[in-house]
Structure formats: C-alpha cells, structure tokens
C-alpha cells in the first residue's frame, strides 16, 4: 500500500447504462427504467516524485524494478480523501473520501521530456466484484451529531 499527499487532477465517470423498458404494468406512454451494466473509469494525475515514479513500470512490466515482467492486470485500490474548510463558526472540519475498491490500470503515461514539471497520468476501469460498493462516499465529521443547517430561524407573532 502507497500514499500519495498530492494529486494534480482526477475524475470519476460512471455510466450505470440504464434503459427504458417497457413493462407490463406500465400506463401508456410511459416505460420502466432499467438498471444495467455498470461502467465506470478513473483518471488521476499525479506529480512524478520518489513515491510516485513506479507507477508507469508497475503497469508496464508488473514490478516496481521494471524486470518481473508479468501479463496480470495492474489493479489498484483508489481512496481520495479531501479534506474541507471548517463548518460554519465552529473549528470542525469535514473529510470527504470516495472508495473505490478495484481499478484496473489500462494506462500509466508520463512525458519524457519538456520543461513543464513532470508529472504520471493513471487512466483504469473500475471493476465490479459483485460482493463490494462499486464506489463509496463517506463524509465524516467530528461534530456531535448530524447538523443540516445551523441558520437561526425567527418566527413572527
């Protein structure tokens, strides 16, 4: 397991491939929406560094050294944890996470020269085992219980 403090852009696309049906039970006119089957892909950028510089020979060979060379999949388990501004007056403050738990790594791409800073593109299809969240938000928080709105409301006599 690797941590990388610093990420320069990511995107998260699902396309859940829904349809309309028609369905028996259906009023006219209308139709049933079907869920079908999932899709989703990742992109992430990265800056190149000591923590990151492995990526591109991890999916090109299989080893991090570049010579274990194998034909199974580069699959990486992705967490993007952003952590917010405090929460109105209070000092708290929020963490977003999205999990995803199985991303399959179809490109590692990174420029080998030029006088911007250098930096490794991570492309992947995320996987549906069947058994895990294809994807999971956690949104946590210190504060004692769930806050909604903190505005303060008058009422008129």
Not at 10 to 18: A, G, H
Not at 48 to 55: D, E, F, G, P
Not at 84 to 107: A, F, H, L, N, Q
Request: negative net charge.
């Amino acid at each position: 397991n690797f941590e990388y403090p610093c990420y320069l852009d990511w995107s998260v696309n699902v396309n859940n491939n829904i349809e309309s049906v028609p369905c028996s039970g259906d009023d006219f006119g209308e139709s049933t929406k079907v869920l079908g089957n999932r899709e989703g892909t990742v992109k992430v950028t990265v800056p190149w560094t000591s923590a990151t510089r492995h990526l591109e020979k991890v999916f090109e060979t299989g080893a991090s050294d570049g010579t274990n060379v194998t034909s199974d999949n580069d699959v990486k388990k992705i967490w993007i944890v952003m952590e917010g501004t405090t929460i109105g007056s209070t000092s708290y403050k929020y963490t977003t996470t999205i999990k995803i738990p199985r991303v399959v790594v179809t490109s590692a791409y990174s420029e080998q020269s030029g006088s911007d800073a250098k930096q490794i593109e991570l492309e992947g299809d995320i996987e549906e085992s069947g058994t895990a969240s294809f994807i999971e938000t956690v949104i946590r928080t210190d504060l004692s219980t769930l806050h909604i709105d903190n505005t303060a409301t008058t009422s008129s006599p």
